[in-house]
């Protein structure tokens, strides 16, 4: 098994802070101690810094060649690696989602990566490509998170890890050798629950049938009292949304409620079902969300909706001044830790379901 100070960890230009984020987690001045090989708690990310702080080796942030990201005048990129990555491990960073050409750039570091002479290349997209297409629902339309699984497995990574899939099902994309794993983003949101809000008068409440799983565990592992309750809606477009085609199931009256979602996009769906929840009788209705993408007018949506708080990780980083308007208080935690720790575990061969079965407050 290779040494913690053999890992490399190379991102596009979009995830750079990112990954500077989780190098300082990794390798920081808070490092300390001895690694302690007989626990696994919620804190490895903290016995990694310290085992390869001790071993006089680092977690590296590869570099590029002349600092440079974009090297032809239409945008096109051309990576050249700055760090020597030859019989080392890498991580690659990366989102895969927003226009083709981050995409692209994504696909490109990973062949610029394989092509350098690795002994293992894992991918994290932060966010998939496609991946609300992970099913056929209709005639003559596509797969879309097949095909962005499928376009990832070519570069010929060892495993990738997604963070908050749509659907698990997207894991089954990935071709053999190829694995695929998945992380969430509970493991952050979870903890900032239990320490800023009172959870006693919190109804979790699913949006529609593919939140249940995830309404559920918020509900289980934050002690909340009170049932779920559910909603039912019928799309009539990609992100429209008709007030009258919600239904309620369940008691929200003089409830704190909160909607579980894996990523706002347009904010449409996500306001008129809050906009329902609030005639129902709610006190409050809130939102969770592991990826913000905010798209178009989105903030300006949430503001004039009955949105109290949206609370998300910065999966898709959005300047500060963008997130504070008036009508919501719109809160991005980092996600730093989350795949601080995810790497850990890679490298110490440690399991990933510890991870995310055990909720525990990440310092």
């Known amino acids: 098994m290779l040494s913690p100070r053999e890992t490399v960890i190379y991102a596009t230009i979009d995830c750079l802070p990112l990954a500077q984020d989780i190098c300082a987690l990794l390798c920081g001045e808070f490092c300390g101690g001895g690694i302690n090989k007989e626990t696994d ?102 797969i879309g998170a ?110 704190d409620v909160w909607l579980p979602e894996d990523m706002v996009d347009t904010g449409n769906t996500l306001c008129k079902v809050g906009d329902a929840v609030m005639r129902a009788g709610a006190r409050s209705v809130n939102a969770t969300a592991t990826h913000s993408l905010l798209s178009g007018n989105a903030i300006e949506r949430l503001a004039e909706s009955g949105i109290k708080n949206l609370v998300c990780l910065d999966t898709v980083r959005h300047p500060p001044e963008k997130l504070h308007v008036e009508g919501v208080n719109i809160v991005q935690l980092s996600s730093a830790p989350l795949y601080a720790e995810t790497l850990a575990r890679c490298v110490n061969g440690k399991s990933f379901s510890k991870m995310i079965n055990r909720i525990g407050v990440m310092a």
């Open 41 to 142: 708690d919620a804190h490895d990310y903290r016995q990694f810094k310290a085992c390869q702080c001790e071993a006089h080796g680092r977690v590296m942030l590869g570099g590029f060649r002349d600092n440079t990201m974009n090297l032809c005048a239409d945008g096109e990129w051309r990576p050249r690696l700055d760090t020597d990555v030859r019989n080392k491990r890498v991580y690659v960073l990366g989102p895969g989602h927003g226009e083709g050409q981050r995409h692209w750039r994504f696909l490109t570091l990973l062949d610029t990566v394989r092509e350098a002479g690795v002994f293992e290349m894992v991918a994290l997209p932060t966010v998939l490509q496609g991946q609300r297409d992970e099913r056929k629902s209709t005639y003559r339309v596509g």
């Open 146 to 255: 097949k095909l962005a699984v499928e376009s990832i497995c070519l570069r010929h990574p060892s495993r990738i890890i997604f963070t908050e899939p749509h659907a698990d099902a997207i894991l089954g994309f990935a071709n053999s050798p190829t694995v695929g794993e998945a992380i969430y983003g509970s493991k952050i949101l979870i903890p900032y629950f239990l320490k800023n809000f009172d959870v006693e008068n919190i109804v979790w409440f699913a949006p529609d049938k593919g939140a249940v799983d995830r309404c559920r565990k918020y509900r289980q592992f934050t002690g909340s009292k009170r049932p779920m309750a559910f909603g039912y809606k019928e799309h009539i477009g990609q992100n429209e949304l008709s007030e009258e085609e919600i239904a309620i199931v369940g008691d929200v009256a003089g409830a």
